[in-house]
């Protein structure tokens, strides 16, 4: 049997940080029918696991959220061979108890993106999968099992409000989206959560919290270069808490992919095209999704 491989994304802070922590490490190119990846995929070890990482940025920080290539990153993982995802990305806080430099274990989405593409299938078939859990039940049952030893406080759910970006919401909108019920404001989540469901891989997301979001005012008598300091200190932060977690998951000894669970057969019913009007050629461009 081929050794299991871990895919991880990084976000920000996170991103250029465990991406120099991959021991023996090399550089994948990977074509896919979505283009080119964020950046080269390291696969190496992380620990005791073999590892496919993606810096969902790319190197220095240069793509924002809505050029972030997320059709490519996931099709790129499966392509490796990646069943299980283990993802990062920084947030701002929408309550009072989840504090900035904690880890929240996500459960639930509310997309308010527009500009990216959300599907591997715009080109058909028609697919429509489940996604009433968005993140794999089975991969945060493990999270939380495991953040339970570690050091920084972690979450065990929360919604994760989406935004396009990459302008930071108004207060006004801080404060509705506490009303839909967010916990979490971010950029990145989707449709990279989206994609991997169509990919069949199972997908977690470890959100890291920079700050409080617009709702709550700042200081007084705290300047810009004051807060932003503080910020960037507080990700440092979080960043070192979901490394610690994340080495401590890989360093289980047990499978973290398994065949059996739903995230795994997604596509099972998910394919609503009848057979006959499927061309042969959207099936051989997108094989890899149903692997």
């Given at each position: 049997?081929?050794?299991?491989?871990?895919?991880?994304?990084?976000?920000?802070?996170?991103?250029?940080?465990?991406?120099?922590?991959?021991?023996?490490?090399?550089?994948?190119?990977?074509?896919?029918?979505?283009?080119?990846?964020?950046?080269?995929i390291l696969?190496?070890?992380?620990?005791?696991?073999?590892?496919?990482?993606?810096?969902?940025?790319?190197?220095?920080?240069?793509?924002?959220?809505?050029?972030?290539?997320?059709a490519a990153?996931?099709?790129?993982?499966?392509?490796?061979?990646?069943?299980?995802?283990?993802?990062?990305?920084?947030?701002?806080?929408?309550?009072?108890?989840?504090?900035?430099?904690?880890?929240?274990?996500?459960?639930?989405?509310?997309?308010?993106?527009?500009?990216?593409?959300?599907?591997?299938?715009?080109?058909?078939?028609?697919?429509?999968?489940?996604?009433?859990?968005?993140?794999?039940?089975?991969?945060?049952?493990?999270?939380?099992?495991?953040?339970?030893?570690?050091?920084?406080?972690?979450?065990?759910?929360?919604?994760?409000?989406?935004?396009?970006?990459?302008?930071?919401?108004?207060?006004?909108?801080?404060?509705?989206?506490?009303?839909?019920?967010?916990?979490?404001?971010?950029?990145?989540?989707?449709?990279?959560?989206?994609?991997?469901?169509?990919?069949?891989?199972?997908y977690a997301?470890?959100?890291?919290?920079?700050?409080?979001?617009?709702?709550?005012?700042?200081?007084?008598?705290?300047?810009?270069?004051?807060?932003?300091?503080?910020?960037?200190?507080?990700?440092?932060?979080?960043?070192?808490?979901?490394?610690?977690?994340?080495?401590?998951?890989?360093?289980?000894?047990?499978?973290?992919?398994?065949?059996?669970?739903?995230?795994?057969?997604?596509?099972?019913?998910?394919?609503?095209?009848?057979?006959?009007?499927?061309?042969?050629?959207?099936?051989?461009?997108?094989?890899?999704?149903?692997?």
């Amino acid at each position: 049997m081929s050794e299991e491989i871990v895919g991880i994304i990084g976000g920000t802070g996170l991103g250029d940080v465990l991406g120099t922590q991959i021991e023996d490490a090399r550089q994948r190119r990977v074509r896919t029918p979505f283009g080119r990846c964020s950046g080269p995929i390291l696969v190496g070890h992380l620990g005791p696991r073999k590892v496919a990482f993606v810096n969902r940025h790319g190197e220095g920080h240069v793509l924002s959220p809505s050029q972030v290539p997320y059709a490519a990153n996931l099709f790129a993982l499966k392509s490796l061979g990646v069943t299980t995802v283990l993802a990062t990305g920084a947030v701002g806080s929408l309550r009072k108890q989840i504090e900035p430099r904690h880890l929240v274990l996500v459960d639930q989405f509310i997309d308010k993106t527009y500009r990216r593409q959300n599907t591997f299938f715009e080109k058909g078939p028609a697919v429509h999968c489940e996604f009433d859990a968005p993140c794999c039940g089975r991969l945060r049952k493990v999270l939380r099992r495991v953040a339970a030893r570690t050091k920084g406080m972690t979450h065990e759910d929360g919604t994760y409000v989406c935004m396009e970006g990459p302008q930071f919401s108004t207060r006004a909108e801080s404060l509705m989206h506490q009303d839909w019920g967010g916990d979490l404001i971010g950029m990145t989540a989707l449709p990279e959560a989206k994609l991997a469901r169509e990919a069949q891989m199972c997908y977690a997301l470890i959100a890291l919290v920079s700050d409080y979001d617009a709702w709550k005012p700042h200081p007084r008598g705290k300047g810009r270069h004051d807060l932003l300091r503080e910020i960037i200190a507080n990700l440092d932060a979080a960043t070192l808490n979901a490394i610690e977690l994340i080495e401590a998951v890989l360093r289980l000894d047990e499978p973290l992919a398994d065949a059996r669970c739903a995230c795994r057969r997604s596509l099972d019913l998910a394919v609503w095209t009848r057979q006959e009007y499927i061309k042969s050629d959207q099936m051989e461009r997108l094989a890899v999704l149903f692997k």
